[in-house]
């Protein structure tokens, strides 16, 4: 059974920062693409960043310059450092990751997990 854990929301004044992290424990083989989605408030849910296994990033272009996603491997964690808050960030944040693991003989599988969801509302 996996975990996803994530921390970091909050309410802060425009301008300021949050740090989000996402940590997933379990029995797995490793963790290929980790992301940070957001869903607004009466809006659909929409991709923030992600990360792959080798370090490629592709963010959402309102975030470019402001937000970062990193991961570390040794604790199967994925950060979202987001500076220059806008009360337009307002929203749950969620992590997915794709996990993979031990299949039959030498095979592997991958699946798909959420996190629990975090609110950051970006309001003076």
């Known amino acids: 059974q996996v975990q996803l854990v994530e921390s970091g929301g909050g309410l802060v004044q425009p301008g300021g920062s949050l740090r989000l992290s996402c940590a997933a424990s379990?029995?797995?083989?490793?963790?290929?693409?980790m992301g940070w989605y957001r869903q607004p408030p009466g809006k659909q849910r929409e991709l923030v960043a992600t990360i792959t296994r080798g370090g490629r990033i592709d963010s959402t272009d309102s975030v470019l310059g402001r937000f970062t996603i990193s991961r570390d491997d040794a604790r199967n964690t994925v950060y979202l450092q987001m500076n220059s808050l806008k009360p337009e960030d307002t929203a749950v944040y969620y992590c997915a990751t794709h996990i993979v693991f031990h299949g039959k003989g030498w095979d592997r599988y991958e699946r798909e997990y959420w996190g629990q969801g975090t609110q950051v509302t970006v309001s003076s």
């Open positions: 379990g029995s797995f083989l490793s963790i290929n693409t």
